[in-house]
Structure formats: structure tokens, C-alpha cells
């Protein structure tokens, strides 16, 4: 996993302050920063890159951050960032809302509207961990992505305890992923946080009924994901399990554009072709993968792929560790 690391003890200490808001302006999005400890401004940062998607680790002083409308107007990714806050405390102004955060909480806010965010540690240096990623990319209606910033949201039960595991894992440990892998983990972390997303605006006075049925299709999701090797996971086994009918589950997916069978095959044959790709299993038997994406007959299992790819899984292995 490729990862970018900046210190202020790289620069003479008069210039640290600016080193630090030019390089966030570079690694987040461009803000004005003012803090008490400018004179002596001993922060660091590492910046995980997932691809569409980072997850940045950040260490620094109190300070007083604003995204200003001049800013915005200059330029504007249209990025979501949700910030897990390790230690110390948060407080955002954004879209109406005046909100505070501690530690174990966390919070979304939107690169296209003005922002001040204060962050105060008693007696040192604030930790949080920042996600950043496009705004298309939660699978959210945006109506509903609007509602869900600058509130506070869980990371202690739930989709926010998930969430927040994932953070922190993957923010401490990027050396355990291959770059290839960063796809896989921005899914995780959109799902994720769409989850919590819903069940932090489920528990609202008046929750909007399309939360409830996005928070129950992600868990669906979930359910499958952790199944995906067992030959018996059909849509009728989903439903069961979650206590609706069959019926209702065909009509999450179709909501969603999916098709609960094929969405299950689809990710067994996406799973099999990274296995089958990965020259630590190329001399594991193309059955024995078939199997543990859950395909019992090796002929279902080649006709299907090759549905899928374009060629058989023998002819895809040899390609990819070819390359």
C-alpha cells in the first residue's frame, strides 16, 4: 500500500506552521488554519493511498480550521471526509449544525460548504484519523448524505464500531495490504460508513423509511459477504436469516439496481479471479478455489467464469501471472 508521510521535524521550526498548513492543503483540502502553538507547531501525518479513496493519520497541536467560501469557489473536489477522533475533542460549524466530537466519535463534513472546526487536547497534541473520498462514490441518496453532516455518530456499537475498527486497522497497519487491495477497501469503507450513516439518521425523531431500508440492505450485504463460501447461499437463505420475505429481499436489490443472485455470483467469480491472479495460490487447484467461493461443480464453475472474463480460469491464471 503506497503511503506518504509528513513531519514538521523536517523543516526549521519557524517554518513548521506553514510547512504543515501547505502540506493538509495537499493532503486534505485547502483550508486556513490558525492555532496558539504556531510558534513551536510539532505535528505529523501518513496518508494512506487506496486509490479513489485515502485514509490520512493525523497528530497535531489545537488549532482553529476554516473552510472559507473564497476557498471553495478557487476550487472544490466534491469531497466527503469522516473523521474518527482518537483523542481530544472536536467541535465543527457546517451546514447549520454546531456539533462536538471526543474520542470515539465520529462525523462527516462536506468539502463544498464553509466549515470552522476547533480542536482542543488538555494537555498535548490531538489524534484523529481522516477518510477522504468523492461524494459519488457513498452509496447514499444524496438527500440523505446532505442530513448526515456534521452530526455525531457512534463509533462505539454498531456500523460506527465497525467502522471505526477499520479505521484504526487499517490507518496503524497499511503494510498488511497490497496496493491491488485498495479497491476492496474503499468498498468496505463506503459500506461501512453508509451503514453507520443510516442508523445514525435511524435514530433520529423522524427517520426517513429509505434509511431503514438501505441500513437493512448493507446488513444484507454484510450477511452474504461473510458467507460467500458456503455452496448453500441462496437469496431464500438471506431473507431467512434477516426475517423477511423473499419477495421484500428481490426488492431491496432491484431499489439498489441489483439482482440478489447475480450480485452473489458476481462477487464469487470476482473472488476466485483475485485468487486465481495471486501467484502465492498458483499452485493451489483451480477446483479447490472453485470451492472456496462456494462453486461445487468445477463445469458450472468454467462456464460461468468464462461468462464472466472471456476465458476459461486456467487461461486466466496463466495470463495474469504471465504479466
Same mark, same amino acid.
Given at each position: ?12 521550526? /519557524? ?12 493532503? @486534505? ?20 493511498? +487506496? ?19 473564497? +476557498? ?33 466519535? $465520529? ?54 464500531? @465497525?467502522?471505526?475498527?477499520? $479505521? ?31 442508523? /445514525? +439518521? ?13 441500513? @437493512? ?9 461473510? /458467507? ?38 458476481? @462477487? ?42 472471456? /476465458? ?12
Amino acid at each position: 500500500m503506497w503511503v506518504q508521510r509528513f513531519s514538521t521535524e523536517e523543516v526549521p521550526e /519557524r517554518e513548521r506552521f506553514g510547512f504543515w498548513h501547505d502540506a493538509m492543503a495537499t493532503a @486534505l483540502i485547502p483550508t486556513v488554519m490558525g492555532s496558539e502553538h504556531a510558534d513551536a507547531f510539532r505535528a505529523e501525518a501518513r496518508v494512506v493511498d +487506496l486509490g479513489a479513496a485515502q485514509v490520512t493519520t493525523l497528530r497535531y497541536p489545537p488549532l482553529v480550521t476554516r473552510r472559507t467560501p473564497r +476557498l471553495i469557489r478557487r476550487a472544490d473536489p466534491g469531497y466527503y471526509q469522516v473523521s474518527l477522533t482518537l483523542s481530544g475533542e472536536m467541535a465543527i460549524s457546517q451546514a447549520g449544525r454546531d456539533t462536538a466530537f471526543r474520542a470515539g466519535d $465520529l462525523m462527516v463534513y462536506d468539502s463544498s460548504l464553509p466549515f470552522v472546526g476547533v480542536t482542543r487536547h488538555a494537555t498535548g497534541r490531538l489524534d484523529h484519523i481522516v477518510a477522504q473520498f468523492p461524494k459519488e462514490l457513498l452509496p447514499l441518496p444524496a438527500r440523505e448524505a446532505e442530513r448526515v453532516v456534521a452530526l455525531r455518530m457512534d463509533g462505539g456499537s454498531g456500523f460506527g464500531r @465497525l467502522l471505526a475498527g477499520f $479505521l484504526t486497522t487499517l490507518a496503524a497497519d497499511p503494510g498488511a495490504f497490497r496496493p491491488e487491495d485498495g479497491p476492496r477497501l474503499t468498498t468496505v469503507l463506503m459500506d461501512l460508513l453508509a451503514g453507520a450513516a443510516a442508523a /445514525r +439518521l435511524d435514530a433520529e425523531a423522524a427517520p426517513a423509511p429509505e434509511s431503514r431500508r438501505r441500513a @437493512l440492505f448493507l446488513r444484507t450485504q454484510d450477511f452474504v459477504r461473510g /458467507r460467500l463460501a458456503d455452496p448453500d447461499l441462496v437469496p431464500g437463505t438471506v431473507a431467512a436469516a434477516h426475517h423477511i420475505s423473499v419477495r421484500y429481499l428481490h426488492r431491496l436489490y432491484q431499489d439498489e439496481g441489483l439482482t440478489v443472485g447475480t450480485w452473489i455470483r458476481d @462477487l464469487r467469480l470476482a473472488g476466485a479471479a483475485r485468487d486465481l491472479a495471486d501467484p502465492a495460490l498458483r499452485r493451489t487447484p483451480v477446483h479447490d478455489i472453485a470451492v472456496r467461493w462456494g462453486f461445487r461443480h468445477p463445469a458450472a464453475f468454467s462456464r460461468a467464469f468464462r461468462a464472466a472474463h472471456g /476465458r476459461s480460469p486456467s487461461e486466466h491464471r496463466e495470463c495474469a501471472q504471465s504479466q
